[in-house]
Each structure stands twice: as C-alpha cells, then as structure tokens.
C-alpha cells in the first residue's frame, strides 16, 4: 500500500508526481513494492491526480475515505480495497525504497500483528507490515475515538519490533527512511541518486 493523498504543506506541489532524476517519486516507490508484492494499493486524496506506476502488478487506486485526517486514515481506507492477509505500507515520497527491508519485515513477523523497524533511533510505522484483520479494526477505533496517530493505534496490538542493527543489514545507509518531505530534501535525494550512478561500473 502506498499512501499518496498527504497535504505536502512542506513541499509545496503534490509529492506523488515530483519528479526525482526524470521519473515520478510515486513510479520510484511502486517499482520498489512490486518486486515484493503482487498486489499495490494507492490511496489518494479526492481529485487527486496521480501519474502512472510504471509496474505491472495488480492495481487499485482508491479515494481516502477521511478528509485531512492524515496517514492513518489512509491506511484504513486502503485495507477495505484488499483481502491480502499481510499489508506492506509506505509513503509516496521515499524513492529510495529497498525490497529487501519489506522481505526483512516478512520474515520478522511471525504471528504478530505488526512488524515496524526502528530507523535513527525511532519507529517507522509508514515503512511498515502490518496484520490487515487484526489491524483494521483497531485502527478504526482508534480513528473514532479522534486520535490519527498511527504510533498510538500500535498500542492496542501486539508488534514486533525489528531491530535498527537488522534493518542496516538489509539497508546500510537506511535510504529506505529518506523522505523527499520538501524540495531542499528532494534535491539532497537526487544528488545521491546521480551520485551512485556515476559510482556505478
């Protein structure tokens, strides 16, 4: 599931079709889910306009069902357009995505309800697997009780934690936790993608 609707206050311009060395940051996530997962989910806001995802998995783009009531909303709306028993969840705006960390997360999840890594010292709950029955109402009823924190839903269920030092096996410069939240970070964001390929062999 990507979440694409966000208000992008800091950035200024829809986040989903900012262009990162010539592609949508919505084509450079979807790429990276699709090499995991069969299945992809795209939550918009209302009249949102997305570009393509450039992927061939199977697609549902779906309206959020909430107004500006933020990512968690988002995540309940996209769980209603899916039967999949685990859902991976990530923002539109972190292109450097790795398969790898959702393969980890996969493995790390046993019968809990969530798996989440910690990354600089904090969880990540939007690059994150998460139980869809046990999950769903949980979330619901923390949405209705006013609180969207995501972190706060968590508190009701049983999630594993995946440790920072197990997540910088997979990800060693944790780049699956760089988000492009305004241009000044877009831009550091570009700056390392061109770098790593003139790296390149």
Known sequence: MILAGGRSSRFGSDKASALLCGRPLLQWVAGAVAEVCGELVVVRARGQLLPATGVE???????????????????????HETAQRLCFVTSCDAPLLRPEVIRLLAAEIGDFDAAVPYAGGFRQPLVALYRRDRCLPAFEAHLAGGDGRILGALEQLRVRDVREADVLDVDPGLDSFRNANDPAALAEIAHRVEADAVGRP
């Open 57 to 79: 998995a199977s697609l549902t783009v779906v309206d959020d069902r909430y107004e500006a009531r933020g990512p968690l909303a988002g995540i309940v709306t996209g769980f």
